[in-house]
């Protein structure tokens, strides 16, 4: 049974920095791509940021290009997403997920286990 744990959210002023952090048990985590989505008020939920398994490849939505980034440790089942210079737009909640078996995904669809979520507020 995969089991995703994010934490790390919270209140934060524009051009501040957080980082989330996403702990994943059960099978599979290593051959996985991990993915950080998030979903505002009112909006539908956006990928942010995959990584792949070996963490050769990696994926930036244009809006968190330069101030985001994604990492994890396989020995460690952990995932996470460092972000810099946030803005007000990037107030949402934030998801962690796992697409077991594929190389490269960015489509929600593609991942099939996902985490409870972690409130990210960006105020003045």
């Known amino acids: 049974q995969v089991q995703l744990v994010e934490s790390g959210g919270q209140l934060v002023h524009t051009g501040g920095s957080l980082t989330l952090s996403c702990a994943a048990s059960g099978p599979a985590f290593s051959s996985s791509v991990m993915g950080w989505f998030r979903q505002a008020p009112g909006k539908e939920r956006e990928v942010v940021a995959t990584?792949?398994?070996?963490?050769?490849?990696?994926f930036y939505v244009d809006a968190v290009k330069g101030r985001f980034t994604i990492s994890r440790d396989n020995a460690k089942n952990m995932v996470w997403l460092q972000m810099n210079s946030l803005k007000l737009e990037d107030t949402a909640v934030y998801y962690c997920a796992q697409a077991p078996g594929y190389m490269y995904a960015i489509l929600d669809y593609e991942y099939d286990y996902w985490g409870q979520g972690t409130q990210v507020t960006v105020s003045t």
């Open positions: 990584i792949s398994w070996n963490n050769n490849v990696t």
